[in-house]
């Protein structure tokens, strides 16, 4: 099983990046994959997520600036982040949970992820 994640960078306050999480060794459409972050300091906290069925999950402090999509055909989902801020600075980290385990997935609990990529760092500069 693997996740890779990439795209993650150094970019201004109120710029954009597109991260983009590709999955193997699982059935992808089992499965809601999203993204959880954590900053220095801080716990790990639930970002966005999207469903087998393409059902999408924010926060609320990503609410409005960020778009999560899935690509079933090439197993990958994909977050764009735009109107960065600084206090979105943060390892950000592709995760799996199967269907069915939380409502909503991944948002609220890392409990029921099954699987996890590595980090990739995201900077946002005042």
Known sequence: VQLQASGGGLVQTGGSLRLSC????????DYSIGWFRQAPGKEREGVSCVSGIGDTYYADSVKDRFTISRDNAKN??????????????AVYYCAAERIGQFDPPMLHTTRGVDYWGKGTLVTVSS
């Open 76 to 89: 990958t989902i994909y977050l764009q982040m735009n109107s960065l801020k600084p206090e979105d600075t």
């Open 22 to 29: 590709s999955a193997s060794g699982f059935t992808f459409t």
